[in-house]
Each structure stands twice: as C-alpha cells, then as structure tokens.
C-alpha cells in the first residue's frame, strides 16, 4: 500500500509560482511512475505530468514551459513547479502513483494522494 500526501497549494496571482510536493509512504517510490492530476470545477480531471523512474518527463501541452516535475528518491517526494500560474490553472492538484512504466491516463494509476488546492486569481 503506498500513501501519497500533496501540500503547497494556496492562493496566488497569475503570473506568480508555487511548488506543490507529494510524500508518498512506503519502498516502491523509487520504482514508481509519478504523476500530477487536476480537476477544476465543473471539468473533468486531467493529466498534468509524469515523470518515470528512470527521470524521463512528459507534459501535458497547457503546461509546457511553465511546470516542471521532479523527483526526489532519497526524500520519497515528487515536486511540480508552476511557474506563470494562469487562472485557467486553478484546480484542485492530485498526485498518483503507479508501476507502470509510462502512464498520462488517470486509469493507469493505482494510488492518489487527496489533492491540494491551487486558487489564481486574475
């Protein structure tokens, strides 16, 4: 069983940044494919990004070149850093693990923190 915890959401202006982070409990993180979700009011949730065991990264294309995603395996924490936060951005953010090798579908995760929220304003 692994145990996935997010913190770092919080109120900001667009244009600002936050650093969300994911602790996730348990031996496996280092073998797990790590993965950022969102759900705003009303929508559906959707992929943010990814990142594999090996390091390799991939982004939904809202996000490119203004969110990155890291992994620290020593500290068991997956990070996503959101730079020039877009009111379109303002969503709950999940956090979710997997064994498989590559996964951008919310299906292909076995476990979810329980969010933390992003609020921009304009």
């Known amino acids: 069983q692994v145990q996935l915890v997010e913190s770092g959401g919080g109120l900001v202006q667009a244009g600002d940044s936050l650093r969300l982070s994911c602790a996730a409990s348990g031996s496996t993180f280092s073998s797990s494919t790590m993965g950022w979700f969102r759900q705003a009011p009303g929508k559906e949730r959707e992929f943010v990004a990814t990142i594999s065991r090996n390091g390799g990264t991939y982004y939904t294309d809202s996000v490119k070149g203004r969110f990155t995603i890291s992994r620290d395996n020593a500290k068991n924490t997956v990070y996503l850093q959101m730079n020039s936060l877009k009111p379109e951005d303002m969503a709950v953010y999940y956090c979710?693990?997997?064994?498989?090798?590559?996964?951008?579908?919310?299906?292909?995760?076995?476990?979810w923190g329980q969010g933390t929220q992003v609020t921009v304003s304009s």
């Open positions: 979710a693990a997997t064994r498989r090798t590559i996964a951008t579908h919310g299906w292909e995760y076995d476990y």
